[in-house]
């Protein structure tokens, strides 16, 4: 096999994926060896999900994806402990959200129908969606 690295280049290495190798039955162990040996030797690159890679590293895939999204100085002060990874969900970018203990404001459920119109049903059900989690 020959893949194409990022820059548009031909290597002689094969990108394997992690999810063929696994769901492939027809594969026997001393293949599944052979195939382990020839990645050990970079001669194939292994095609890893999301969820594979967070648990080789020991982390949830959600602790990965918040790394994906870090800037360079936010990996710095996530690394010398100025600021968690992902923030708590009453805190939006460091900002603390004030949560309000009065009780929201009531409206009649004609108000509500021409909320709903005006948005749209899919949009409305994704706040309730967002509100229920």
Same mark, same amino acid.
């Given at each position: =096999? ?14 394997? !994926? #992690? ?14 060896? @052979? ?11 292994? %095609?890893?999900? +999301? ?5 080789? #590293?020991?982390?949830? #895939? ?5 790394? %994906?999204?870090?800037? +360079?100085?936010?990996?710095?002060? #996530?690394? %010398?402990? @100025? ?8 805190? /939006? ?25 005006? /948005? ?11 509100? =229920? !989690?």
């Amino acid at each position: =096999m020959v893949a194409k690295n990022g820059n548009g280049n031909t290597s002689n290495r094969a990108i394997v !994926s #992690v999810r063929s190798l696994i769901n492939n039955r027809k594969l026997t162990k001393p293949q599944r060896a @052979f195939i382990g040996k020839r990645v050990k030797r970079g001669e194939f690159d292994l %095609e890893l999900t +999301d969820k594979l890679i967070a648990q080789a #590293v020991g982390c949830s #895939v959600s602790y990965l994806h918040a790394a %994906e999204r870090c800037s +360079d100085s936010d990996e710095c002060k #996530v690394k %010398e402990g @100025f600021r968690p990874l992902i923030w708590p969900k009453d805190v /939006v970018n460091g900002n603390p959200v004030s949560l309000s203990l009065d009780p929201p404001p009531q409206i009649s459920d004609l108000q509500l129908d021409d909320i709903v119109r005006l /948005v749209g049903p899919e949009r409305a059900w994704d706040a309730i969606q967002r509100t =229920m !989690s």
